[in-house]
């Protein structure tokens, strides 16, 4: 019931010329209806990759965004300028909390900014090594989870995506297993959302996986019911590996 869907976080790669070229080869590759596809290029390159897509199935969705709609915030883009554009928005990506330092209210804030602009969240949350390590695993991806959604209604957040991102995992090519990925998601993405939420909403809100995920994986996390599809970075920036982390979805979920 609910649509698998993956997602490619580009992060600071792809000029819009080289942008347009990704795009159009991904466009021409896809072979699958049945998974939802979602590009995150950089700002500078959204509106050359949203001519791209146009009359395709794929999406677009941006990587980060302010919580006001205009104003002196010099350097920040508002989701009233995104939803010219966009579909979607990733929020809380791990590097914004890691390098420029947003923290779980300036997250909430995000998300209810997208939300008030019909822009749909993508929600990550994840633990650091550290965090892991010291067994708070569980409570971290549940107080992000709650703290990012507190305060928003059921049928708000039945619409979100939320992207499990242990931090560890991202960009070191040691991927998560899937049975630790798909562990944290039940008992403390979903479990979460049920306890804000309800039941309904739990099993309705798509929640992904990310980190060092490649074509040679991807099975071993959406094989799993729980596990809707990926958020993906290194290896959306190649048509060839991100096609087929796409369409290994779709043969496992079939
Ligand atoms: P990698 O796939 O490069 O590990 O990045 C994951 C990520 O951070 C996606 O948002």
Known sequence: MRQPLIA???????????????????????????????????????????????????????????????????????????????????????????????????????????LRHGLIPILCVGETLAQREAGETGTVVATQTRRALEGLSPEQAAGLVIAYEPVWAIGTGRAATGADAEEVIRRWVRGTLEELFGLEVAQRVRVLYGGSVTPENIAEFVCRPTIDGALVGGASLKAETFLGIIHETARVKA
């Open 8 to 114: 490619g976080n580009w992060k600071m790669n792809k000029t819009a010329t080289e942008g347009q070229a990704l795009a159009r080869a991904i466009r021409e590759g896809l072979q699958t209806q049945t998974v939802e596809v979602v590009l995150c290029p950089p700002f500078t390159a959204i509106p050359a990759v949203h001519a791209v897509l146009q009359g395709s199935p794929i999406h677009l969705g941006a990587q980060n965004v302010h919580w006001e709609d205009a104003g002196a915030f010099t350097g920040e883009i508002s989701p009233v300028m995104l939803k010219e554009w966009c579909r979607y928005v990733i929020i809380g990506h791990s590097e914004r909390r890691q390098y420029f330092h947003e923290d779980d209210e300036m997250i909430h804030r995000k998300v209810l900014a997208a």
